[in-house]
């Protein structure tokens, strides 16, 4: 009998199935694991914005993640838009009991279409209580922005800053480059507190970005959960997510990512 490592995401739900839970889903099913869940939030949203959001009680939260993992051996978690300073704390304090668990923070703060996901009060425990959880976060140019208190906004501060963002946080750091503009390639660098790794791929044009971070993370927290190193998961990720855009698939009013792509 087939056994499949198991894969768990806390985090927000797309109705436009696009990001969210519902693209790690996906992402945790193209790459050969069981994926599990917690949702954090409800949203109404589809890649024009998001219209509306739907905190789910933190207990409840809580009961999600006591009941996957009471019964399963989760091998990898990802966490993503945990939104308020309630919900950061709960999710917290279960993740610090289960240690084995290698764990990928995508700070998600702010969507692409501009909404706002995370609230102010809940940044400092996002800093303090998760961050140093994490077996690596996953932040964009924006986040690293404001994680860090300074622009980053060329090519060569990345380097720099995600060193600096180690020196805070203390924990491994992949800093997406994906937003940095007049460049023909899409550029991240990992910085693990000792060496820097940086991974390049040719900037695709008129792609439908939205989801590409939550299914980035979820990328690598699959091939974590598959025992690569964190090295390796960042590098395999990187190729899962440029055949996911190179292959997208027309649907609604423009294309999107395929989450399963012939690539894979």
Known sequence: MKELPITLTIAGSDSGGGAGVQADLKTFSSLAT??????????????????????????????????????FTVAACKTGMLFSEEIILTVSEILKSKKEIKLVVDPVMIATSGAKLLKDEAVKALRETL???ATVI?????????????????????????????????????????HLTN???????????????????????????????????SAITAFLAHGLSLQEAVGHAKEYIQHALEESIQTGKTNHLNHFPEGN
């Open 183 to 217: 460049t023909e390639t899409a550029s991240d660098l990992l910085f693990d507190g000792t060496s820097v790794y940086t991974y390049q791929k040719p900037y695709l044009k008129g792609k439908n970005t939205h989801g590409t971070g939550c299914t980035f993370s």
């Open 138 to 178: 996953t932040p964009n140019l924006d986040e690293a922005s404001f994680l860090l208190g300074e622009p980053i906004s060329k090519y060569e501060d990345l380097e720099s800053s995600a060193k600096k963002l180690f020196t805070i946080f203390k924990v491994p750091i992949l800093l997406k480059g994906g």
């Open 34 to 71: 069981f994926g599990t869940t917690a949702f954090t939030c409800l949203t109404a949203q589809n890649p024009d914005g998001v219209s509306a959001i739907h905190e789910i009680p933190s207990s409840f939260i809580k009961e999600q993640l006591e009941a996957v993992l009471n019964y």
């Open 131 to 133: 961050i140093p959880l």
